[in-house]
């Protein structure tokens, strides 16, 4: 058996073919007519009314809350357990990331931690739709914001295709990001796009992704700016990833529901509480008593894992060590991603599950 990776990319001859077509066609690769095409694709896909796509995910979080106006001495709230983009985007811009606990079944911002996280200096929350969730109290937090004027970022890099209420997560926020580096549910190796509704934020996004100039190729800038644009190379690859967004999404759900069986009251094992119905999870993932031994028992049967993030309040670029966060902590100590690939195949699903069944004896 082929070693299993942890995540690896899917994409096939009709990327290749694509691929060629453009380069044979005198391309000029930089951002063009393809991105425009691809920005449309999101944008239908998620029924937000403007979409912009950037160079990642992580830019794409940076440029939003710069649209937000968040400056030096703002506050944003955010999920103690997340990927380090979502905290490191604030404080890149000078503003200070404040930590909230997260809830134990979905592993999202807690409703609760966020209000007691709330000061006069809070300008705006990132909720992170973590693996294709969304928090029990979701309304509730948009609810919040709206009522108190904070910009609602929604930082969905990894829930392209869950929905909640039939509507695209992404879409709840003021700003919605997502991200299409390698393990998201599509690729274009590295990439991300922002969704919104409101049009006055749009041209401000506009703007920032292309050093704050008045327009495209202008030399007169009405604000500060970067270059965050994308490729129209990546823009060919991102088309043709759209097209198998609904088979992957189906594929995400069902592998989701045969580990979930395959592991089902295995002794030391917890899986995680996922809706199926709603969520397409970008990465397959458990709790466990023994992950050190488990992730080398793993290895040694030719299964790749990761380990969870960490706590973020926890890491020296923070310094915040002496704070409490119990449910983010436990998780990060327990957490386990297995092989979330869509290349992954039934057969070396049941094999992993026997593989951890073995262990856990």
Known sequence: MRTINYMEPSYDEHEIHAVNEYMNSKAWLTEFKKTREFEESIASFTGAEYCSVMSNGTVTL????????????????????????????????????????????????????????????????IVVDLNGRYPKRFEDIITFCRRHGLWMIEDAAQALGSTYKGK???????????SFSMPKIITTGQGGAIVTNNKELYDKILRIR?????????????????????????????????????????????????YDEGLKNVKGIETVNNHYD????????????????????????????????????????YGRDNLKFPIAQEISSRGLWLPSSVNVTDGEIEYICNCIKAFCK
């Not at 992950?291 to 973020?312: C, M, N, Q, T, V």
């Open 210 to 258: 292309d050093f704050g100039r008045e327009e495209a190729g202008s030399d007169h800038y009405l604000m500060i700016g970067a270059n965050f644009k994308f490729t129209d190379l990546q823009a060919v690859i991102g088309m043709e990833q759209m097209k198998k967004v609904p088979a992957r999404v189906a594929r995400k759900k069902q592998m989701g529901r045969l």
């Open 168 to 178: 695209a997560l992404g879409t709840f926020g003021d700003i919605g990001s997502f």
């Open 62 to 125: 940076i440029a939003s809350l710069m649209a937000c106006g968040i400056r030096p001495g703002d506050e944003v709230i955010v999920p103690d357990f997340t990927m380090s983009a979502t905290s490191h985007a604030v404080e890149i811009l000078g503003a200070r990331a404040v930590f909230a606990d997260v809830e134990k079944d979905t592993f999202c911002m807690d409703y609760n931690a966020m209000i007691e996280a709330v000061n006069e200096k809070t300008r705006a929350v």
């Open 278 to 317: 709603d969520t397409a999870p970008c990465f397959i993932e458990i709790l466990c008593d023994q992950r050190d031994g488990l992730i080398e028992w793993l290895s040694e049967h030719g299964i790749k894992s990761r380990k969870f993030y960490p706590a973020l309040h926890s890491e020296p670029a």
